[in-house]
C-alpha cells in the first residue's frame, strides 16, 4: 500500500547550518506530496507541496522538489534560524486518502 | 479569521469507558477530517467528510469508533469502550475544498486510556 518513509531525528544543527530531511515515499499513480510543520504547543500546518513530477514547493526559505525517478521529496533549507525548530512531516495525498511519515524532530541551537 | 477548535484538549478515561470529542472547524470549511496520532508515529486519517456525508472511513475501527457532522459543521468522534491502545492524540483538520485543498489542523485532543 501507499506509505511515506522519512529519516528518523532527533536532527540537532547549529544556526545557519544547511538542512536536508529525506523523505521517500511509495504510492501508485500520481499522489500529491506535502511537508507539514509542528512548532512547539501548536498544531499541524501545511509548509509546501508539490502537485507533479517535478514541481518545486518552496515556503519560508524550506524547498522540496518532486522526484518521481527516485520517488523522494527531500526538504531543504539553506540556513536554519533556532526558530525553525519543530518537528517536521512528510505526507502524500492520493484520491480522498492521506499518508503521513512518522516526523523528525529539529532542533536549532544558537 | 478563528482556526479549527477541539475540545476537551485532555482526556483521561479507564479502559471499556466511551469518550467523545468535539470538533469545530473554520467556518465555511466543507470539508472535515479525523485523524489519530499514536506517540512516535504520525497522523493515520479515520474518516473524512465533505459537508454533512462521510467521503472515506476506510481506516475507522467501526467496531469502536464512530463519528458524525450532523449538519455539515461540528463534529463528534466518539470511542466506545475503549482500549489501552487508543491511547493517542485525535487531531481535527478542515479545508475549504475538498480532498486536494489545504488542510487546517486544529490543536488536538490528548487522549489516556489506563
Known amino acids: ?16 547550518a544547511f538542512l536536508t530531511i529525506n523523505c ?6 500520481y499522489p500529491s506530496l506535502f511537508w507539514y510543520v509542528q512548532y512547539p504547543g501548536e498544531g499541524l ?49 492520493r484520491g480522498n486518502q492521506f499518508y503521513f511519515g512518522t516526523g523528525t524532530s529539529l532542533t536549532v541551537i544558537p | 479569521e478563528a482556526g479549527v477548535a477541539q475540545s476537551p484538549r485532555y482526556k483521561i478515561i ?10 469545530n472547524p473554520i467556518s ?3 470539508t472535515l477530517y479525523w485523524y489519530q496520532q499514536i506517540l512516535g508515529q504520525g497522523p493515520k486519517l479515520l474518516i473524512q467528510f465533505q459537508n454533512n456525508g462521510v467521503v472515506d472511513d476506510s481506516q475507522l475501527p467501526k467496531d469502536r469508533f464512530s463519528a458524525e457532522r450532523l449538519k455539515g459543521v461540528d463534529s463528534t468522534l466518539k470511542i466506545q ?3 489501552l491502545e487508543d491511547s493517542a492524540v485525535y487531531l481535527c483538520a478542515s479545508s475549504l475544498e475538498g480532498p486536494g485543498g489545504t488542510q487546517y489542523f486544529g490543536p488536538g485532543t490528548r487522549l489516556l486510556v489506563l
Open chain 1, 1 to 16: 500500500g501507499d506509505s511515506v518513509t522519512q529519516m528518523e531525528g532527533p536532527v540537532t544543527l547549529s544556526e545557519e
Open chain 1, 24 to 29: 521517500t515515499y511509495t504510492a501508485t499513480g
Open chain 1, 45 to 93: 500546518q501545511l509548509l509546501l507541496k508539490a502537485t507533479k513530477a517535478d514541481d518545486k514547493g518552496s515556503n519560508k526559505g524550506f524547498e522540496a522538489t518532486y522526484r518521481k525517478e527516485t520517488t523522494s521529496f527531500h526538504l531543504e533549507k539553506g540556513s536554519v534560524q533556532v526558530s525553525d525548530s519543530a518537528v517536521y512531516f512528510c505526507a502524500l495525498r
Open chain 2, 14 to 23: 479507564e479502559k471499556r469507558q466511551s469518550v467523545a470529542f468535539w470538533c
Open chain 2, 28 to 30: 465555511g470549511h466543507a
Open chain 2, 81 to 83: 469502550p475503549a482500549k
